[in-house]
């Protein structure tokens, strides 16, 4: 393997870091794009380097594990709906990422190719929470619009500004450039906020509340001051002065008060999800172990509406769409669906946990875990990985994570011996 190849594949992968996280939210060309051509560079380097062998640990091959589990649970689906495709592209595009993992691992241990990684991860996720916010107020306040949704669904927008508040607030501390992280997670909760998109809000508490307990003791006490204040202030700001923001959140305490009183046959966003989670269940029940196709859902929705189980407008959604990543692979999964969303979405979190707890201070376990909680968060009211560009993006971001903390964790460890 020549240095003048080695070089290269690190700035063709140091530059798709940073198109994809820059362009993520603030332009209507797919970031997936950029990512399935870094994987077909990364084949065809791993085809010129094949003398090098890739030695996976038991970490690095449960790593590809976790690329594969979205994959392996929608094939029974699969095979039972006479082979629709629509099943099995996401989990397709989460493996787009089995190539860039391949050759991060074995560069990884070879050079120093970390190094400049944390500035640009810092600076392209800054630019794309201003240029998310951007595309926000231009929406909203220039356009009209009532809900900015970038060039997605709104919903789709405030997750992915959701993730960039997530590894902006992982990376807090870490450089010189913790002013730039402080300012990117301020543009990104604008961003949400401006998208009306309460399922990507609340899950960011408890994202603030794990960087809070990582960051207690290792970060100065100004750094924790000022999150605390920002995130506060943030919201408070938006909901105080724009009676859009405050009727989205009213409406919304209004509805989990219903729900956590047990009416669930009014009108309202959430409640409409939990009367989806409802049918979902009853497809769960159907069929526990692989779950129900799509349409065999649609036929079942109907038969709920009929005995009065759930509202007539549950009968009229198309393919019984859950809106919840946990219901959904409950009802289109089973219980094989459970336990490979354990997989994909949990184990990686367990890992980097893992690789903190020899050193509280690895970044780059600390911002994978934050941006996999956010994700999982999210996941309570949308079904975000069936979006294929939010797949490939979530499969991407997790191999860069998961690569460098990794080794990380191998230098700790070898320093401790």
Not at 80 to 102: C, D, E, K, N, T
Not at 118 to 129: D, Q
Not at 340 to 353: E, R, T
Not at 387 to 410: C, D, G, K, L, P
């Amino acid at each position: 393997m020549t240095s003048s190849v080695t070089s290269a594949m690190l700035k063709s992968f140091y530059f798709i870091v940073f198109m994809a996280l820059v362009f993520l939210i603030s332009n209507p060309i797919p970031i997936s794009i950029a990512i399935a051509v870094l994987s077909l560079v990364s084949i065809a380097f791993l085809f010129s380097t094949n003398n090098t062998p890739i030695q996976l640990d038991r970490y690095g091959k449960l790593f590809v594990v976790v690329l594969s589990a979205y994959l392996v649970s929608k094939i029974a689906p699969f095979v039972s709906s006479g082979f629709i495709a629509r099943y099995l592209s996401p989990g397709f595009h989460m493996l787009v990422s089995l190539p860039i993992f391949l050759v991060l691992w074995k560069l990884s241990r070879d050079t120093d190719g970390e190094k400049p990684l944390i500035n640009i991860i810092t600076i392209a996720a800054a630019l794309g929470s201003f240029g998310g916010l951007a595309v926000a107020y231009y929406q909203t306040q220039v356009l009209g619009m009532g809900r900015a949704d970038g060039f997605l669904f709104s919903i789709n927008f405030g997750f992915l500004a959701g993730t960039l508040f997530a590894i902006s607030l992982g990376l807090v501390g870490k450089n010189r450039l913790s002013v730039l992280s402080f300012l990117s997670c301020v543009a990104a909760l604008g961003s949400i906020m401006l998208s009306g998109s309460r399922g990507a809000l609340f899950p960011l508490l408890f994202v603030l509340i794990a960087w809070l307990l990582f960051s207690f003791k290792h970060l100065p006490k100004r750094y924790l001051v000022v999150i605390l204040v920002l995130a506060i202030a943030t919201p408070y700001f938006a909901y105080k002065t724009s009676p859009f923001v405050k009727a989205r959140l009213d409406t919304g305490l209004t509805e989990l008060k219903q729900v956590a009183e047990g009416d669930v046959f009014r009108s309202g966003s959430l409640i409409a999800r939990v009367q989806l989670w409802i049918a979902a269940t009853h497809a769960y029940e159907q069929s526990p172990v692989f779950g129900l196709t799509y349409p065999e859902r649609e036929q079942l929705n109907k038969t709920l509406v009929d005995t009065g189980e759930v509202v007539p407008w549950v009968g009229t959604v198309r393919r019984g769409h859950a809106h919840s990543q946990y219901f959904e692979t409950l009802a289109t999964g089973g219980l094989v669906g459970m336990f490979c969303l354990a997989v994909y979405l949990f184990a990686p979190m367990v890992i980097h946990l893992r690789f903190l707890v020899t050193n509280s201070t690895n970044v780059y376990a600390r911002t994978g875990f934050l941006f996999t909680l956010s994700v999982a968060g999210f996941g309570l009211t949308e079904v975000l990985l069936q979006q294929e560009m939010i797949a490939t993006y979530y499969a991407f971001m997790q191999t860069i994570f998961f690569v460098f903390a990794y080794r990380q964790w191998q230098g700790d460890k070898t320093e401790s011996q």
